[in-house]
């Protein structure tokens, strides 16, 4: 879409905040980089410290292979930064994976980091705010949080596996759950297979 405003033409940036908190499954995150990447999205990426001690844990990257992955990488003391103000248009944000730490601030509106900070504008400029909330099992308080962001207008989106897309490997699975949050922000990336109905 443009906007005609006094005879100028401009085109909507297409660019998107990645948060990466510390719950288990930073390779969530580092799909949605690479996702972007294949889109020809730009992407900001923010990464919480617990985020690298997780992806050591879990994959082979290095946390420098991973913020290669994005265009622009942002401290998460630096609460200057451009992602920290909403006259810093986006297409919206993403959190993959998000704690429920992270989770509880961005509900609270208590924001302690660039992370939380960011996810905060994303509300307040009404643009989508998905989150791959990782955590199981769920007991009350989670649940409340969780209604609490929704009818703030985020999107809560655990990392689930669709299995009727018959995955044959857990990278599958992870491309297939980052395809469909994907979806969340009207971008259609290749990996993910689409339901076309039963069949006989």
Known sequence: MVDDVNGAVRSPPVRM????????????????????????????LVVTRAALLTLSQETDLSADALTA?????????????????GSFRTLGMIVAPCSVKTMSEIATGVTSSLLTRAADVTLKERRPLVLMVRETPLHLGHLRTMTALAEMGAVIAPPLPALYAKPASIMEMVDQSVGRALDLFGLDWAAVRRWDGLKA
């Open 17 to 44: 905040v990645v948060g990466i908190s510390g719950a288990s499954g930073a390779i969530y995150g580092a799909r949605v980089l690479d996702a972007l990447n294949d889109l020809g999205v730009e992407s900001h």
């Open 69 to 85: 992955k994005a265009s622009v990488v942002h401290k998460l003391a630096d609460v200057g930064a451009t992602i920290a103000s």
